[in-house]
């Protein structure tokens, strides 16, 4: 079969592997799309082995179940279904509680729990073999989108859907990024409430983007931007404000812009840093406001989030690449080419 493979530090090839073999628990999937990421492009661009040499990439796996293990309860040959990224141990006092995302087995506090395309060959192939337990059944989803549900789509979910409770009516959510999550963010706070939408990005052409679907778009570049988003939020600030970047002048901006006991979340992974400040005369976080990275999601995320996709609640631009092209996927999204999610068609 056909796999996607980092083959040697910095060379990602398609090549001829084997079929996957199954363990107790697993399902096989004929693999229907997959979506490709920054993750997938740093994997490929690292100076070093980010994942053991020989996996196949392809943590965003949307396909149709093809054969189960012996032992599987609750799958069916013929389901459609998306597969959830974070496979945690399932036992411990956090996944029980359902946050799967902070499982207490991944190996300490700063570990995260394997992940497909990471730990273990993922779903940039023919077939991909994975455990039963961690999907979720996707009928009635186009495979494009479904595909990237478990990462593009589950990243802002879990962060807006934690904070939930600030998003009331009237309210102002600012989206900062709006390349392929940050798109996904904007359609599921249009989806869940009637918050105000503020987009904010460096990029003309993001922000004409998403212009029809957003009450503000604001040019980082611009020396007033924090000026017209606090305007326009009657001087108070915004309730929420994700930061799909993470650079220091993102978190700056965030600092600036947030409402007291507001939320910052940041997903982003640009290696910024945040000067917490608790002098009288901080001009940064207001008093209550408060600021934290996040990570993917929950299964219960997951399993929401889907039903929004079938619902037709989803609006996201999507890169279509077929299986074939799939390095030039890689390329196009390494020099900022791809206008919303990545993602490979079988």
């Known amino acids: ?77 013929g389901n459609n279904v998306v597969v959830y990224p974070v496979w945690a141990c399932g036992a411990c006092v956090m996944c029980v509680s359902g946050r799967q995302n902070a499982c207490r087995a991944s ?30 059944p996707a009928d009635g989803v186009d495979p494009a989108l479904a595909a990237v549900l478990p990462d593009a789509g589950l990243v802002p979910f879990h962060a807006i859907n934690d904070q939930l409770h600030l998003l009331r009516p009237g309210s102002t959510a600012v989206v900062v990024g709006v390349g392929g999550l940050g798109q996904f963010a904007i ?54 404000v994700l930061d799909f970047v993470g650079v220091d002048a993102t978190l700056a901006l965030a600092a600036r812009v947030v409402t007291p006991y507001g939320a910052i979340r940041v997903p982003g992974l640009g290696g910024g840093t945040f000067e917490f400040e608790t002098a ?3 001009r940064q976080l207001p008093f209550g406001a408060s ?7 929950t299964l219960q995320d997951l399993v929401e989030l889907v039903a929004l996709a079938r619902a037709g609640r989803l609006e996201v631009d999507l890169a279509r690449y077929p299986f074939a092209d799939a390095l030039r996927a890689f390329d196009d999204l390494a020099r900022g080419a791809v206008r919303g999610r990545a993602v490979l068609i079988r």
């Open 1 to 77: 079969m056909r796999a996607i493979k980092l083959t040697d530090v910095g060379n990602v090839q398609e090549v001829e592997a084997e079929r996957p073999s199954m363990r107790h628990g697993d399902v096989l999937i004929e693999v229907a799309a997959a979506g490709v990421c920054q993750t997938d492009v740093m994997v490929r661009a690292a100076g070093t082995a980010l994942v053991p040499i020989g996996t196949t990439l392809g943590h965003e796996i949307a396909g149709r179940i093809v054969e189960i293990a012996d032992d599987v309860v609750g799958a069916a040959v």
């Open 280 to 282: 009288k005369g901080s």
């Open 187 to 240: 359609a599921i706070l249009r989806a869940l409430t009637s918050a105000r939408i503020i987009a904010v990005d460096t990029s003309a052409q993001s922000l004409e983007a998403v212009a029809g679907r957003v009450d503000l778009t604001v040019a980082a570049s611009d020396p007033d931007a924090v000026a017209k988003i606090v305007e326009s939020t009657g001087g108070y600030g915004a309730e929420m």
């Open 291 to 297: 600021l934290a990275r996040t990570y993917s999601g």
């Open 107 to 136: 190996g300490g506090r700063l570990r995260v729990p394997p992940s497909p395309g990471m730990s273990r060959d993922g779903g940039m192939a023919d077939l991909v073999s994975v455990p039963a337990r961690w999907t979720v």
